[in-house]
C-alpha cells in the first residue's frame, strides 16, 4: 500500500539538519521536484506552524508536516527524511528523527493511505529499525511491508 505513495525516490536519510524548517523542506523536495505539491504548500505548513505550534509532531520522534489540500496539494504522496541526528521543533516529543510529509488531493480520498501511516507508525519495532537504519533501500524494504 505505502510502496504505490511512497516510492525509493521520495526517501531520504539524512546524518543531520541545521533546524525544523530545512526537515520539511527536505521533506518536501522530491514532491516539489515530481509537481505533487506547489511551494504555497510547504509555505502553508511554515505559516500554521507560526500560529499554533507544531501541530503536526504527532509521536515521540515523528513529524508528519501537512496542510490542506486547497494550499498547493496536487496528489496523494508521501515522502519520508530519516535524521540520524533528531531535530527539535518546539514539541513535547521533540527531537524528531522521521519527518513524513503527507499531501492528499482532497479531504477524503487519503484515508487508505493515512489508515496505512498509522500502521507503520503505530509499530514501535518499525520505526526504530527505521531510525537505526544506515541506507535508504533499508528504509523502503520496512515502509513498503505496510
Known sequence: MLKQFLPLSHIQLLNSVDD????VRCSAAPLLAEAL??????????KTHQEIGPYYVIAPQIAMPHSRPEEGSKAQALSLVV?????????????VQLVLMLAA?????????????ADLLSDENAVQQIIQSNNVAEIAEIVHRY
Not at 505539491?37 to 511554515?46: A, G, K, Q, W
Request: no cysteine; glycine share 4%; charged share 20%.
Open 20 to 23: 525544523w524548517q530545512q526537515a
Open 83 to 95: 535524521l540520524k541526528q533528531g531535530v527539535n521543533f518546539g514539541s513535547d516529543n521533540d527531537p
Open 105 to 117: 488531493k482532497d479531504s477524503e480520498s487519503h484515508l487508505e493511505m493515512l489508515s496505512a501511516v
Open 37 to 46: 505539491i506547489e511551494p504555497s504548500y510547504v509555505e502553508s505548513i511554515f
